[in-house]
């Protein structure tokens, strides 16, 4: 498969054309930003880590019956995936309050949220990707009311596929984004699951494992992300 122009670069990865209308080339750059931008740093083999983490969680949500964009790992920071049409939303799932929940209502940090909580972010930099419900998609047409259910079952089914993979790594899975595309007519998981896109915790002494460490200055960034590798089985190398 040939690569060809850029077609997108995002703040952590770029999409490349191929040769088949069909496929993409997503790669993963050591880029790492955090609040809109505001602060970007490269973190050496950050992108290799994610590309090949993406591929094994995708790997194990297609096993459990969630369709997703990946079709296969290229090299150490590319895969191969499907071209989607991106439905411009983010599906958020949270097991345990922290982040912007918690600056946003009054509920204390670090409680378990039981049934989690899902919300709607619309993708839009600009706008500080502003939260949205089910009306503003349907009312502004990013996507159909199937889609919407759609989207909210997958996110369903991977938090039960993943807060149990991360349980058994010693891990809480506290909170993560998703995003879907339409592929063939159907809702397909796209994107990407890394530590840039979600909160893990050690289970027992609550450290963050996570891009929290990035957005709060604690370092060890990338040796972090490389702990969740490890813990789960993942090959880097
Ligand atoms: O910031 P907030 O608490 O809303 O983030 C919830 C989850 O979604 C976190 O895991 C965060 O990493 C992820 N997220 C993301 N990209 C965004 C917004 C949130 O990956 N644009």
Redesign the pocket.
């Known amino acids: 498969m040939e690569k060809k122009a850029e077609l997108i670069k995002g703040k952590a990865k770029s999409i490349y054309e191929t040769d088949d209308p069909g496929f993409l080339i997503m790669e993963f750059r050591n880029d790492t930003s955090a609040f ?1 931008g505001g602060k970007i740093e490269q973190l050496d083999r950050k992108g290799m880590v994610n590309n090949k983490f993406n591929n094994f969680i995708m790997q194990k949500l297609e096993a459990a019956g969630v369709p997703t964009q990946l079709d296969s790992l290229l090299s150490d920071t590319e895969s191969v995936v499907k071209n989607l049409d991106m439905i411009p939303v ?1 599906c ?1 799932i ?1 097991n345990v309050a ?5 600056k946003r209502l009054p509920v204390e940090d670090g409680i378990d949220l039981v049934p989690p909580t899902f ?1 709607f ?1 619309l ?1 839009d930099d600009a706008l500080h ?1 502003p939260m949205i419900n089910d009306y503003h998609i349907r009312t502004f047409g990013w996507a159909s009311d199937e889609e919407v259910a759609a989207m909210k079952v997958l996110t369903f089914k991977v938090n039960d596929v993943l807060k149990k993979l991360f349980a058994d790594a010693g891990m809480i899975l ?4 998703l995003e879907f595309g339409r592929y063939k007519g159907e809702v397909v998981l796209g994107d990407e699951f890394s530590p ?4 893990l915790w050690d289970a027992e002494t609550r450290a963050k494992l ?3 460490r990035f957005r709060q200055g604690l370092g060890g960034v990338v040796e972090a992300y490389e702990e969740v590798a490890h813990r789960l089985g993942v090959q880097l190398n």
């Open positions: 809109d983010e958020v949270r922290t982040g912007s929940l918690c919300e972010f993708k990707d506290v909170d993560y984004k840039d896109g979600c909160r996570d891009k929290d």
